[in-house]
């Protein structure tokens, strides 16, 4: 019997209750943040010397230059062409909705004109260059590429660097594939701290970049953590998490199963149902029985259901929109009636998946919208991934004669106060003398 936590809002200390549940610091191991410190200091003193030698030593693979750790366009192509029709057609819609998604993020320059002349406005220009982390291995993560690479392209990033370790030298088509539809420019064959840390810095073979996203152990999360301000990151992810809040009229082998896709990722990943209906409660405890047994990560599901998550009788659906409000999830499934309106109640989610049948899987590989999510509750103060995060604004001020004069006074004034004599002075030179 899979044991699942239990709670009431009705309780009086439900509210300490669910902290409890919610609770998860990403505690950096002293040893991992050595490491991870050494390998950067390195890589940023040796470059490719410091980078082919832990390539070797992490990924068993020998280069005696760093060109060879770099696939050539051909290779994109010749995976795209190996894999199977079946995957390259899933590969390809997928990638079509995200693009379309994605156009509808593009920000616009623009600008007004006062009266006196002066003109203000915002110019939109998108970063030179973006690196994309991407795990190797046995681990084939191909949507990731594309909800990373295709905002950036479609953001006009001229160069989209991606870098992907090949343990022992093992590629992985779906992967490499997914690449050549999303546009990569480069790709280098490293991992670890230490492709964080080229991308970074740069070496004398892979360019510096301007923004690092992507996922990675944690090694490659400490390792974005220590380096953002040189270049900036897209986030420290958490646990996968998904929030249920259902009527009680929905299946309750869907909400099992939809429990159980993010339980699956790993054994910190949080799966909570919160529903008005305690007899829907138990028939999705009997649905987690009879189909956990047919999951082949039957285990990790377990584990993470039985250490993360929990059961919640809401007094009513607005309480439990309180709840969901309260957790700020990186998934919401809103499985209820008119939920798009109980939607407009939502103040903190990374994604809402609206309707009974809305499964948040399908947000993670092709309805369109990106799959880089706040986790951790950040949703109460950040966004998932899109175009805008490899897009910079700069704020645009051009005065006039007669605008510098205006706003010549009220500059001088402030700076006065401030006591900046020569802020005053620099504004106080372009007032126009009666």
């Known amino acids: ?23 998860w610091e990403q505690a950096t191991d ?24 832990y390539t070797q030593k992490f990924d068993r693979v020998d280069a005696s230059s760093a060109d060879q750790l770099e696939l050539s366009k051909e290779n994109l192509q ?64 191909p949507s990731s590429v594309l909800m990373n690479a295709i905002p950036a392209k479609v953001a006009e990033v001229p160069e989209l660097i991606m870098v992907v370790p090949t343990p022992g030298g093992e590629t992985n088509d779906l992967v490499l594939a997914a690449a050549a539809i999303s546009g990569v420019d480069r790709v280098f064959t490293v991992g670890g701290a230490q492709a964080v840390a080229a991308l970074a810095y740069g070496t004398e073979t892979v360019p510096k970049v301007d923004i690092i996203t992507g996922p990675g152990n944690s090694y490659v ?34 909400i099992a199963m939809d429990l159980f896709s993010q339980a699956e ?53 607005e309480q439990a929109i309180e709840v969901a409000n309260h957790i700020a999830p990186e998934h919401l499934e809103l499985s209820m009636d008119d939920a798009e ?36 509750g950040t949703a109460r103060f950040s966004s998932p ?20 004069s205006n706003l010549g006074h009220c500059a001088s004034t402030l700076a006065h106060g401030e006591g900046l004599v020569a802020h005053a002075r620099s504004a106080e030179y372009r007032i126009i003398k009666d």
Not at 224 to 245: H, T
């Open 1 to 23: 019997m899979t044991e699942i936590r239990q709670l009431k809002t009705s309780d009086k200390n439900f509210w300490q209750q669910l902290d409890e549940v919610l609770a």
């Open 30 to 53: 002293g040893g991992v943040f050595t490491v991870v410190n050494d390998i950067l200091a390195d890589v940023k003193k040796r470059g490719d010397a410091a980078l082919l030698e």
């Open 78 to 141: 010749k995976a795209l062409a190996a894999i199977e029709p079946k995957q390259r057609e899933a590969l390809e819609l997928a990638a079509e909705r995200v693009r379309a998604y994605a156009e509808h993020q593009k920000m616009e320059s623009w600008s007004y004109t006062e009266a006196d002349g002066t003109v203000l406005g915002q110019k939109i220009t998108p970063m030179d260059r973006a690196g994309l982390y991407v795990p190797g291995g046995k681990a084939a993560y």
């Open 221 to 254: 999360a400490t390792a974005k953590r220590m380096v953002y301000g040189v270049v900036g990151i897209d986030m420290i992810a958490g646990p996968s998490e998904i929030l249920v809040v259902c009527d009680g009229k929905t299946d309750p082998d869907w």
């Open 265 to 317: 990722h790993d054994e910190e990943a949080q799966s909570i149902l919160v529903s008005p209906d305690a007899e829907f409660l138990e028939a999705v405890k009997a649905s987690i029985e009879k189909l956990l047994l047919d999951m082949p990560r039957k285990e990790i599901i377990e584990t993470s259901l039985k250490n993360r998550a929990a059961f919640i009788l809401a007094d009513n659906m």
């Open 341 to 376: 309106q109980w939607a407009q109640k939502i103040r903190h989610a990374g994604a809402i998946f609206m309707g009974r049948y809305t499964a948040e899987a399908l947000g993670d590989y092709c309805a369109g919208p990106n799959h880089v999510l706040p986790t951790s």
């Open 385 to 404: 991934l899109g175009v805008y995060d490899f897009q910079k604004r700069s704020s645009l001020i051009g005065c006039s004669a007669q605008g510098a």
